[in-house]
């Protein structure tokens, strides 16, 4: 649609917080994770309603670490590994990497956050090592945390 008839592409505009950076869509595709970085949040819309009733699509939100950037889901969609990039310097920040408990996508719960390297951006994982691969941009590292997983 966007090639054939780019002005009547978007199908609706929906409010994610102040700057949203990244994304990540639930396994069952049914729940849209996005990083809000200025608003300091992990947001859930429901995927469905995005283009059905927008004013409805937000279903959850929980406050992370300062200025969130990378985002994945791990763990079959039950938690999402959160970078907190500090990319600001915020007076009293850090890095860090938050690990959100997804199970409840009206009430995400941040359940661990661990101090990361120098603006933590992007993050892979390695579901078969339980293994996240964090790069750190400007501390030119790629940092590997072991991910714990619900058995």
């Known amino acids: 649609r966007a090639e054939r008839s780019p002005s009547r592409a978007l199908l609706a505009t929906v409010p994610a917080g102040l700057q949203p950076v990244r994304d990540a869509v639930s396994p069952d595709g049914s729940t849209l994770w996005v990083t809000a970085r200025a608003s300091n949040q992990l947001l859930a819309f429901s995927t469905r309603r995005l283009s059905s009733e ?19 889901l791990f763990d079959e969609g039950r938690r999402a590994l959160v970078a907190n990039s500090d990319r600001f310097d915020a007076s009293g920040a850090h890095a860090a990497l938050s690990i959100v408990n997804t199970t409840h996508v009206h009430h995400p719960i941040v359940m661990k ?39």
Not at 54 to 72: M, Q
């Open 54 to 72: 927008p004013a409805k699509a937000l279903l959850g939100r929980v406050k992370v670490g300062t200025a969130p950037v990378g985002l994945a």
């Open 113 to 151: 956050a661990v101090r990361a390297g120098d603006f933590p951006r992007e993050i892979a994982i390695d579901s078969r090592a339980h293994t996240a691969l964090v790069t750190n941009f400007s501390s030119a590292q790629l940092e590997t945390v072991p991910l714990a997983t619900r058995r």
